[in-house]
Structures are given as structure tokens and as C-alpha cells.
């Protein structure tokens, strides 16, 4: 998901109508995307487990994409019933001699098997090839994850900027922390910056955080701390996003392109020209041009641009058209017809080649990690916003908001969400997989497993825990929903 809008090209387009329509995708696309999405990550998942077992001569009574009631299977050459379930929100391998889904052993029917059986059973095989099985499933996650993101650094390559700075705000973060116009940026908290839109990644992902941030000044370099102030951003489907700025003037905005026939154009607006302020408002980035323009419906504005290195003003009436926002009430905004970027200096591709490709995407993944990580650590020291946390509703939704962008995007996504999902699962939570590895690294160190009354034990609670967090994130997404809504 994108952190901050500010990168991106803001069209302030002609037609209400063209407009009404995207907004009726995402919900349309939210349940099928979603679904498609959660199944691949879920099978790739659950194909890790099965391989690892079936290498390890594991006996494998069921293969389930989905819970509850069987809509789909077939038993193949092994005896194993590949299966569809009714409810797509996960699956499982279950192994012969298994109680359920969760992998509990259930000694009645380990007794009852034949010899010839018994050493075909998960239970039966020794810990280590207990350990390889269970690992086997986030590591899929992981290995999906590194292959999505190489494959489409090498098809796409990487836009960059050099990592030089520009303008700092007066009073800013940037400048009390010492940052100056002119600094090379070369890394924060350990992650190189190659580009500043690295660096902006960076600084929007730690909000109220302690960055440490490396330079070079004049040859030399330094090192400087500083804490990100936290603000909420909208992304161009209203989602609202907790953010960190340190207080960087951005690029100015510029007018890339000019409908035929539009206010823009007949005002005498030009490709090119860098709007200051309308009204005498700064407009410091496209969404500030974009907001004071979309709040003028049917009103006159003046808008100062720069073009050919001088200033001029342009007096222009938006046109007042209806559109509906995303909770679906009606509003008049303002349209002129132009799109927006932003002003780059130095604009280069960089296409790797196959060996750097594979450390690049190596950065990128420990850079999800590393801020999942901090993300779910500020809860624990009370930083934490619930608003932030998304449950099966807002994934859902996210989903359909991102198949509007293009496969490509859909397909970054499932990238992501796998590699969160390979995470997540390797908490040490019984029912998880991290919950059974802990488990079998007791066992390894003490020389014996727990006792079936412990174990049985600690798969309680771990339902209670994946229970409770299940519900807590649906009423959260419901709750969310709702209230924006309303607001809206």
C-alpha cells in the first residue's frame, strides 16, 4: 500500500461521468480480487508444507484451500483429497493421524494404526523433519514474495532521483535535526538510499520514530538523529494513511498535460507552467493545486505559475461539476481539466541486471520486515493506531481498490500480503506455525515433547489469541467503515 500521494500524478480530469464509474470498481473488483489474491498466497502457503512432508515420507490425509463445508475434490494416486472449501479465508494440510486442521495428534487413532502406518505419521517422524515441515510453509511465503519482486524489478527496473536534497522548511524537523540543501543523503537506519525517493519511503514509514540518517556534506560524512512528526495522508481512494515528514520542500508541481477544449486550456494554462498559489495560496504539491481547485466549483480563481522563468497569473472559472465520493454522497467540485505531476530534476531508469536485482529485492524485503516489525512494536510502547490495522474487510477492500490500478499492482500486492502472511504465521502462538515450531524447539532442547495435556493446553489459548484478534480486526474494519461513512 502506498504510504503518501505526494509521487504521484494527480489528473484533474473532464468527465463526472468517467469519474462515477472508477468509483464503483473497487467495490465491484473487492470480493473477487481479494479471493483471487488469498488463494495464491494460501496455496503456495500450504504447497510448502505438502512438499516438505511428502519429501519426508509424511502420510497426507487432506490438502484444503478454504474451511467448512467441501464444495470441490478428488483423492489422488497417494490417498491424499485435494479439496475447495466453502470459506475462503485460509486452508490447511492435514496430515494422517491428526485430530483437526491444527495438527493436534489424536493418539486414539495413532494407536490404532498398522505398523507398516506408523511410520508414515507427522507425529511419529523426529523433530528436526517436524521443524522442516512446519518452516516450510512461511518460507513459501517468503520465496513467493522474493520471485514476484525480482521478477518485476527486472521487467520495470527503478526510476531514481539522485538522493540530494532540496529546500528545508523553515522551523522543520529537517532543519532543527541539521539537514541542509545540497546534503547527499546515503542511508537511514541502515538502508542504503540509492534515490530520494528512497529516503521519502524511509522517512514516511517511521512516523514519531528515531531515524538515524547518514550524509555527505561537503566529502565528508556525518551522522544525524531525528524523529519524524506523524500527520494523516489520504491516498487517492480517501484512505486515510499515518504518515512521517520531516519537513522537506517537495519538488514543485507542473502541468503535464491539457485537455482539449478544457477551462485549462481556454484560460491559457500551458504544459509546462508551475503553479504557485491560486488565490494567493501556496501550492507546495499536485494535491494542494488539485484541493484549492477542486474547492472552487463555478467560482473565479487566479492562478500564479511560473513559466519561462518568470511569474505570471491566470485567471480561470472551474467548471462545477457532481461527483460522488466513496462512501457515495454527491459533492460539486471544481474541474479545469489538466493533470498534474511533479517537477523532476535528473529522472532516470535503472535497470538492473540479474545479480543486482537479486540483492535489491533481498533490501526490499528486509525493508517490509523491518517495518512490519517497527509498526507492530509501536502498540507496545502505546505509539500504536488502531486505524492502522486491517482485517479481512480491509484487505478485501484494498484489494479492489489496487486491481483498478493494472495487474501489475494486483500482483505487487499479493507479494506483500504473502510475505506478512509468511510473518505473521511464524509467531510463536500455538495453532500457528510458530506456535508448533516453539513446541518442537522445546522438544529438541529438553529431549522429549511436552505432555499431551500441555500442548492441548496451548492450542486452547492460541485459538483464543487467533480468535480474538480475528474478531477484534473485523470489528475494527466494520467500525472504520462505518465512521467514514458517516463523515463522509
Known sequence: ???????????????????????????????????????????????????????????????????????????????????ISAIPLGGYVRFVGDMNAASMPDPELVKALPPEDQARLFVNKNVWQRIAVVVAGPVANVLLT?????????????????????????????????????????????FAVNGLEDFDRLISTSPDRKVTVTLERGGAPRTLTLVPTSFVDRDRFGNELRVGDVGLVPPPPVVTDIGWGSVAMWGGLRPGDMPRSVNGAVTYTPADFQRMIAGAPGKTVTVRVARDGRDQSVVLVPRDVSEKDASGKAQQIGRIGVTIGLQRQNVTLYRPNPVEAVGMTFEEIRFIVDRTAAFLGDFFVGRGDVQQLGGPIKVAKVSGEVATLGIVALINLAALLSLNIGIFNLLP???????????????????????????????????????????????????????RHVSG
Open 1 to 83: 500500500m502506498s504510504n503518501c500521494d505526494r509521487n504521484r500524478r494527480l489528473s484533474l480530469g473532464h468527465s463526472g461521468a468517467s469519474k462515477l464509474s472508477f468509483l464503483s470498481l473497487p467495490v465491484l473488483l473487492s470480493i473477487p480480487a481479494f479471493v483471487l489474491v488469498l488463494t495464491v498466497i494460501v496455496f503456495v502457503h500450504e504447497m510448502g508444507h505438502y512438499l516438505v512432508a511428502r519429501w519426508n515420507g509424511i502420510a497426507i490425509q487432506t490438502f484444503s484451500l478454504g474451511f467448512g463445508r467441501e464444495l470441490i475434490g478428488f483423492n489422488d494416486r497417494h490417498g491424499t483429497r485435494w479439496r
Open 146 to 190: 522474493f520471485l514476484i519482486l525480482y521478477v518485476l524489478v527486472l521487467s520495470y527496473g527503478r526510476y531514481t532521483v539522485p538522493p540530494v536534497l532540496g529546500d528545508v522548511k523553515w522551523g522543520s524537523v529537517a532543519m532543527r535535526a541539521g539537514l541542509l540543501p545540497g546534503d547527499r543523503i546515503l542511508g537511514v537506519d541502515g
Open 429 to 483: 502462538v500455538p495453532v500457528l506455525d510458530g506456535g508448533h515450531l516453539l513446541y518442537y524447539v522445546i522438544e529438541a532442547v529438553r529431549g522429549r515433547p511436552l505432555s499431551q495435556r500441555a500442548q492441548e493446553i496451548g492450542y486452547r489459548v492460541g485459538f483464543a489469541i487467533v480468535g480474538s484478534l480475528m474478531i477484534f480486526t473485523l470489528l475494527n474494519d466494520t467500525l472504520l467503515e462505518a465512521l
